[in-house]
């Protein structure tokens, strides 16, 4: 599986940006996809996650009611739409894919990421 993310850039505080991760190699809608982000200096982080189907979904505290995890299956791409963002959310941000399907919190629990996309978030 490849995995492909784009739509970072550079944001005013308090601004939206939506974050897109291209899938192909497998059959996207077997997967689970997350998110995660890695601040300056600091740890990877998990931010959101689907499962296969969409129906289910689960948040960081940090992000819970700001950002909205979406899948397209048809068009094999994850969204991730990130609302009133603040200066702590400027990161690289990574998608990921969980070939059995449900997502995960855990890093460990992903098979296959993608090169990540820069979100600097300014004041």
């Known amino acids: 599986v490849q995995l492909q993310a784009s739509g970072g850039g550079l944001v005013q505080a308090g601004g939206s940006l939506r974050l897109s991760c291209a899938a192909s190699g497998r059959t996207f809608s077997s997967l689970g996809m997350g998110w995660f982000r890695q601040a300056p200096g600091k740890e990877r982080e998990f931010v959101a996650q689907i499962g296969w189907s969409g129906g289910i979904t689960a948040y960081a505290d940090s992000v819970k009611g700001r950002f909205t995890i979406s899948r397209d299956n048809a068009k094999n791409t994850v969204y991730l739409q990130m609302n009133s963002l603040k200066l702590e959310d400027t990161a690289v941000y990574y998608c990921?894919?969980?070939?059995w399907g449900s997502g995960s919190s855990k890093e460990y629990d992903y098979d296959y990421w993608g090169q990540g996309t820069l979100v600097t978030v300014s004041s």
């Open positions: 990921a894919a969980d070939r």
